[in-house]
């Protein structure tokens, strides 16, 4: 079943109108609560807590970043859509993970993305990529797919069923018609980065910046980026797209409130994540830290995740997974 908030947009309002209009002028009055559905020190984290910080600066308030990890963001998400719709409870959001756990019924309060939140904006997209040993005769996309279709059942690693790396082979798989198997290892990338170089699999799945140190070491070597651009932080690994392969793919962060905050409460959020995505401190991290910024207003940011539920409920569906 869905954790649909039965918190209606009709009582948010008329919430805000009990209180005067005065109330809502003087938003926000009081500390923010920014929910962060992973651990502290991993990507997620420090997007949430750079665009927090960004964030106090326009609304003259404390963000206060809380982290509630567990089940792909789910624990935080529950928490999230089980908070008043006031404008004081924010999380930080992956559409993809959302749509894996609505489709794969990965828990039994699961959240729909299109009903029971409100998009703020995305303010990043990082780019799924494949690195391989590095001593494999290819150095391409079009060398692997076509080792790949010469070796059906080869393994590669993921990140486990319920996670947007091994819906990325899936989609590989269904895209170009081959028939690589998933093995799962402990550490998430890098443990599947390891097994790459003792020869356990045949590729893992990575971003660029993540694989970087294993390939200054010689053990492994990208062949390409499921982005748009390359990565600055790995400027000489290509995208699939400019070697000919139209596939773009990689988790996606932005903001989202309870469905039911009032419109102008979204709107005074969704000001100030603009503000903190172009902000000098914003813009720093995204430089250092190779993460990709990529931003949507909240009406884009709607559109996307519908697209994105779509998209997944389909792939899951053509695996035979659909719940």
Do not use: C
Not at 178 to 198: D, F, R
């Amino acid at each position: 079943m869905t954790l649909r908030t039965w918190k209606t947009a009709l009582a948010a309002t008329m919430a805000f109108a009990f209180s005067g209009a005065s109330a809502l002028a003087e938003y926000p009055e009081k500390p923010l609560t920014m929910l962060v559905g992973f651990g502290a020190g991993g990507g997620t984290d420090a997007i949430g807590r750079k665009i927090a910080v960004e964030m106090e600066e326009v609304l003259g308030q404390p963000v206060v970043v809380v982290n509630k990890p567990g089940g792909g963001g789910l624990v935080s998400w529950q928490e999230l859509v089980a908070a008043e719709p006031d404008g004081y409870t924010m999380a930080i959001f992956l559409p993809l993970n959302a749509a894996i756990q609505k489709y794969l019924k990965t828990s039994e309060s699961w959240i729909d993305p299109l009903e029971d939140i409100r998009l703020l904006g995305m303010v990043n997209a990082d780019a799924w990529g494949i690195a391989v040993r590095a001593d494999q005769p290819y150095d391409d996309v079009e060398g692997f797919v076509e080792w790949a279709r010469q070796n059906p059942g080869a393994k590669v690693s993921d990140g486990g069923p319920a996670t947007a790396y091994h819906w990325a082979w899936e989609a590989l798989n269904e895209k170009y018609g081959l028939g690589l198997k998933t093995v799962t290892y402990k550490g998430g990338t890098a443990g599947g980065l390891k097994a790459v170089a003792g020869g356990e699999v045949v590729a893992a799945g990575s971003g660029a910046p993540e694989a970087s140190s294993m390939a200054r070491a010689g053990l492994v070597k990208m062949v390409g980026i499921a982005a748009e651009d390359r990565n600055p932080k790995a400027p000489d690994v290509p995208t699939f797209r400019e070697q000919g392969f139209d596939f773009i793919f990689g988790p996606s962060r932005g903001f989202a409130v309870p469905a039911g905050t009032p419109d102008d409460v979204v709107q005074v959020l969704a000001d100030a994540v603009k503000a903190a995505y172009d902000s000098k401190g914003y813009q720093s991290h995204l430089e250092k830290s190779g993460q990709g910024g990529w931003y949507l207003t909240p009406e884009e940011s709607e559109a996307y995740v519908e697209s994105v539920d779509a998209e997944f409920k389909s792939l899951i569906d053509s695996a035979g997974m659909l719940r």
